[in-house]
């Protein structure tokens, strides 16, 4: 059983190493030619924990990386799409790269007898597979599903910077499709992938698609959820808001997951993602409230770390403000809708002087901002003369920051959206989301 996987960004190149590491042999395949180089030089394109040891020894055993769509079309038994599908100019999911992929597989399908299950991965909205790849695929080919191929749809839920672990580790295996023999052997691949145990659940292929987009608008609900409650306990003194995520936490009902309390939510899905089921509920007529609400409450927040920002420290023009993480989440290096970035176009807006440090995403900051802020080399270096410092990434270096870190500050202030330092150690103006002040 060969495997073929079509898009080699996180999700694609992390299943790749994972199912080489296991023994399956593997096609990866990219139309970028320069990542494709840096991938066989055994590179990443992209920071993601514990990948590129994976990579390695998947390069070193079964993973072959190729720009050539056509050997997977002719050698793979099953074919996993994981192209992206990012967020248009309007808000809604852009399907360019996938109808691209599609197109070209169907064009492969010409030429081969082989008769390969296509797997989409990619996040689409319900009927994408059915109305959307499948008459691609089968007008390019010339074949009918069930004939020359067979789809179907495997939504994923993995969590960025944990991207190894839960590739290794699944909560559920989600297989949407009608055509029983290709469930099926899906269904026996992931047995043998992670053994007879793993939790499989099969449905068609709109259900499937709908609940990798209910996952993601429930999770940045459960986020805007306690970042609403964090905004109220910012002005009762002697609350702690990280009590009492774990006091809620604890009911089995609700969980302890996603009930971190900060800027907002940010990165590749969820807010791409809550925005395009807004507008999908939109054409049928559908007026999705709740889901409103999650975004908005999540733009509450960027705009309360202003108004605490002002309050204390007054007009902000020419004011030096050092913006400590960039990317959405610690131990990644991606910047997509991250609260940091929202937060500097603010600041320069009001024409604040911005110095910013990060451990991995300084470099994907640069062409957005160019030189229109600081980019401290050390976590030190940034902090030197400015008025206040905001943490917005919980990074395990800022957690270590102590009084001989701000010395050479011009004014202590200290804004922590992650709660990560502790007041009482600290000889500063303090102030932290979600924790009352006395």
């Given at each position: 059983?060969?495997i073929g996987?079509i898009?080699?960004?996180?999700v694609?190149?992390?299943?790749?190493?994972?199912?080489?590491?296991?023994?399956?042999?593997?096609i990866?395949?990219?139309?970028?030619g320069?990542?494709?180089?840096?991938?066989?030089?055994?590179?990443?394109?992209?920071?993601?924990p514990?990948?590129?040891l994976?990579?390695k020894?998947?390069?070193s055993?079964?993973?072959?990386?190729?720009?050539?769509?056509?050997?997977?079309?002719?050698?793979?038994?099953?074919?996993?799409?994981?192209?992206g599908?990012?967020k248009?100019?309007?808000?809604?999911?852009?399907?360019?790269?996938?109808?691209?992929?599609?197109?070209?597989?169907?064009?492969s399908?010409?030429?081969?007898?082989?008769?390969?299950?296509i797997?989409?991965?990619?996040?689409?909205?319900?009927?994408t597979?059915?109305?959307?790849i499948?008459?691609?695929?089968?007008?390019?080919?010339?074949?009918?599903?069930?004939?020359?191929?067979?789809?179907?749809?495997?939504?994923e839920?993995?969590?960025?910077?944990?991207?190894?672990?839960?590739?290794?580790?699944?909560h559920?295996?989600v297989?949407g499709?009608?055509?029983?023999?290709?469930?099926?052997k899906?269904?026996?691949?992931?047995?043998k992938?992670?053994?007879?145990?793993?939790k499989?659940?099969?449905?068609?292929?709109?259900?499937?698609?709908m609940i990798?987009?209910?996952?993601n608008?429930?999770?940045?609900?459960k986020?805007?959820?306690i970042n609403?409650?964090?905004?109220?306990c910012?002005?009762?003194?002697?609350?702690?808001?990280?009590?009492?995520?774990?006091?809620?936490?604890?009911?089995p009902?609700?969980?302890?997951?996603?009930?971190?309390?900060?800027?907002?939510y940010?990165?590749?899905?969820?807010?791409?993602?809550l925005?395009?089921?807004?507008?999908?509920?939109?054409?049928f007529?559908?007026?999705?409230?709740?889901?409103?609400?999650?975004q908005?409450?999540?733009?509450?927040?960027?705009?309360?770390?202003?108004?605490?920002?002002?309050?204390?420290?007054?007009?902000?023009?020419?004011?030096?403000?050092?913006?400590l993480?960039?990317?959405?989440k610690?131990?990644?290096?991606?910047?997509?809708?991250?609260?940091?970035?929202?937060?500097?176009?603010?600041?320069?807006?009001?024409?604040?002087?911005?110095?910013?440090?990060?451990p991995?995403?300084?470099?994907n900051?640069?062409?957005?901002?160019?030189?229109?802020?600081?980019?401290?080399?050390t976590?030190?270096?940034?902090?030197?003369?400015c008025?206040?410092?905001?943490?917005?990434?919980?990074?395990?270096?800022?957690?270590?920051?102590k009084?001989?870190?701000?010395?050479?500050?011009?004014?202590?202030?200290?804004?922590?959206?992650?709660?990560?330092?502790?007041?009482?150690?600290?000889?500063?103006?303090?102030?932290?989301?979600?924790?009352g002040?006395?």
């Amino acid at each position: 059983m060969k495997i073929g996987i079509i898009g080699l960004g996180v999700v694609g190149l992390s299943f790749a190493s994972v199912l080489s590491s296991k023994g399956f042999p593997v096609i990866g395949m990219d139309s970028d030619g320069k990542k494709i180089e840096q991938i066989n030089s055994k590179k990443l394109p992209f920071f993601e924990p514990k990948l590129k040891l994976f990579l390695k020894n998947a390069l070193s055993k079964s993973l072959e990386i190729s720009s050539d769509i056509d050997k997977v079309v002719r050698n793979c038994d099953f074919i996993f799409l994981t192209v992206g599908t990012p967020k248009s100019k309007s808000g809604y999911i852009d399907l360019s790269m996938l109808k691209k992929a599609s197109k070209n597989i169907g064009i492969s399908l010409r030429h081969t007898t082989k008769k390969p299950i296509i797997v989409i991965k990619s996040t689409v909205v319900p009927n994408t597979t059915t109305k959307v790849i499948k008459p691609l695929i089968e007008k390019a080919s010339g074949k009918k599903t069930g004939k020359g191929f067979d789809i179907l749809t495997n939504p994923e839920f993995l969590r960025e910077s944990n991207v190894i672990d839960d590739t290794l580790k699944p909560h559920l295996v989600v297989i949407g499709g009608i055509e029983k023999n290709s469930v099926n052997k899906l269904k026996k691949f992931y047995r043998k992938l992670y053994g007879p145990r793993i939790k499989l659940m099969t449905t068609n292929t709109q259900t499937a698609e709908m609940i990798k987009y209910a996952n993601n608008s429930f999770l940045a609900t459960k986020i805007s959820f306690i970042n609403q409650i964090s905004l109220l306990c910012q002005s009762i003194p002697g609350i702690n808001i990280d009590d009492i995520a774990e006091g809620i936490g604890v009911d089995p009902r609700i969980g302890r997951s996603f009930l971190n309390a900060g800027p907002g939510y940010g990165g590749s899905c969820l807010p791409k993602d809550l925005e395009t089921i807004i507008q999908f509920s939109s054409k049928f007529g559908s007026n999705p409230l709740l889901l409103r609400a999650v975004q908005q409450t999540n733009d509450l927040q960027i705009k309360y770390i202003i108004h605490l920002l002002e309050k204390n420290l007054g007009n902000i023009t020419n004011k030096h403000i050092t913006v400590l993480g960039l990317s959405f989440k610690e131990n990644s290096g991606d910047i997509r809708e991250s609260r940091s970035i929202e937060l500097i176009k603010i600041l320069l807006k009001k024409k604040a002087k911005i110095t910013v440090h990060d451990p991995k995403a300084m470099k994907n900051t640069e062409p957005i901002f160019k030189n229109q802020i600081v980019y401290a080399n050390t976590l030190l270096q940034s902090l030197d003369n400015c008025q206040c410092v905001i943490i917005m990434t919980p990074w395990k270096i800022y957690t270590k920051l102590k009084n001989s870190d701000f010395k050479n500050m011009k004014r202590k202030l200290v804004i922590d959206t992650r709660r990560i330092l502790s007041r009482k150690n600290l000889n500063v103006e303090y102030f932290a989301l979600g924790l009352g002040t006395n």
